[in-house]
């Protein structure tokens, strides 16, 4: 099963608002990727953070990477409509293994 | 520089046969992993090819077999398909370094629908 949680499950805001979803782990993680799929698509990489504590920035998407390294979070401003997807965290394990996270459903509507 | 490549993508089989699905990995990429997802379901780790050998497996039956070939392209192969196979099945390849993960680029999967 899945060892990696994300909340929450679904988000419906209006264009303009802001979003966050969350990833928590119950064990320490080396690094986690954030991936990106949009309705019938296939998930796109992001995103790695490796270092405890580690902010990124990506135009309006902001990542973070929990002191503890057992948590993350995506915080996007000002929604467009092209945000629209599910957004899954990871963690990595060993080589290209990746253990994705439940995801959240973003829809962004007008 | 193409990407992931994988076919078909969509294909219909009944219970208790066996379907055959085909990747190739980006240019430059060494290594395949195969990925099920189920529909509104995170992408589930099948197993993992490099060198023509599968180095890492998740918690998937042996139904679930693979193979990768000298020119890094890999087949997924499941025997005595199950209704619970349906799902989107998800080729991705890297570059793996030692000691690093790095990012995966997928293909636009397989969707296998088992009636």
């Known amino acids: 099963g899945q060892q990696v949680m994300q909340i929450p499950q679904y988000q419906h805001v209006q264009e303009g608002e802001d979003f966050t979803t969350y990833c928590n782990s119950s064990t320490t993680l080396s690094n986690i990727q954030w991936y990106k799929q949009r309705p019938g698509g296939h998930p796109v990489f992001l995103i790695q953070l490796v270092k405890s504590g580690e902010v990124k920035k990506q135009k309006r998407l902001t990542f973070q990477f929990g002191e503890a390294k057992k948590n993350s979070s995506l915080h996007i401003t000002a929604t467009q409509t092209t945000d629209v997807g599910t957004y899954f965290c990871a963690k990595t394990g060993t080589a290209s293994k990746l253990t994705f996270g439940t995801g959240t459903r973003l829809q962004v509507t007008l | 520089d193409a990407g992931v490549t994988q076919s078909p993508t969509h294909l219909i089989k009944t219970r208790g046969q066996q379907v055959t699905l085909r990747c190739s990995p980006k240019s430059g990429h060494d290594t395949v992993s195969w990925y099920q997802q189920a529909l509104g379901q995170g992408p589930q780790f099948i197993f993992q090819?490099?060198?023509?050998?599968?180095?890492q497996r998740g918690n998937f039956p042996d139904r679930f077999s693979g193979h990768q070939f000298p020119n890094y392209s890999s087949e997924l192969n499941v025997n005595a398909l199950l209704l619970g196979d349906s799902a989107l099945y998800l080729c991705?390849?890297?570059?793996?370094?030692?000691?690093?993960?790095?990012?995966?680029?997928f293909g636009e999967g397989s969707r296998l629908t088992v009636l």
């Open positions: 991705a390849s890297s570059l793996v370094r030692a000691g690093r993960t790095g990012e995966l680029f």
């Open positions: 090819y490099y060198e023509e050998e599968e180095r």
